[in-house]
């Protein structure tokens, strides 16, 4: 047979005007042509089979654990060291790399003083607990 393909579905049709979709062409019961495969046999042969997983149940955060003095003390404390920390760090890069000296010495003295306080109050905390528990 000579032709293209188009040629050759065109002439298997009854109107030789009609054009035939190639994709359409061919009958289902066509050996030439294999069905496709649905796009769930896809997804299926993607990977290796998911196993079962029980998910956990979250805990219940209703009943609180920690007294309310407590866990207040310890969100004052956890400010005043990242107060303490920033203080300590910028202070001296405000002497070496601006020449600061006033206001990084002041920075610094800040940063000491509230390392200072935050340790004794730490401390004191600790101690009451101690005593009272």
Same mark, same amino acid.
């Given at each position: 047979?000579? /032709? ?6 065109? $002439? ?7 054009? &035939? *979709? ?7 019961? *066509? ?23 029980? #998910?956990?149940?979250? +805990?219940?955060?209703?009943?609180? *654990? ?17 107060? $303490? ?6 202070? +001296?890069?405000? #002497? #070496? ?9 002041? &920075? ?21 607990? *101690?005593?009272? /528990?």
């Amino acid at each position: 047979m000579t /032709g293209s393909d188009d040629e050759r579905r065109q $002439a298997e049709t009854d109107d030789p005007n009609e054009f &035939v *979709d190639p994709g359409t062409a061919a009958e289902p019961d *066509d050996p030439g042509k294999a069905a496709e495969p649905d796009e769930a046999d896809f997804v299926k042969d993607l990977g290796p089979d998911v196993p079962e997983v029980e #998910i956990p149940e979250a +805990p219940d955060l209703t009943q609180n *654990d920690v007294p309310d003095d407590l866990a207040r003390s310890f969100w004052k404390l956890v400010m005043v060291f990242n107060l $303490a920390l920033f203080a300590l760090s910028l202070g +001296p890069m405000l #002497i #070496i790399f601006r020449g600061q000296w006033t206001n990084g010495l002041s &920075v610094f003295a800040l940063g000491l003083g509230a390392f200072v306080y935050g340790y004794a109050r730490y401390k004191r905390v600790t101690n009451d607990d *101690d005593h009272n /528990g």
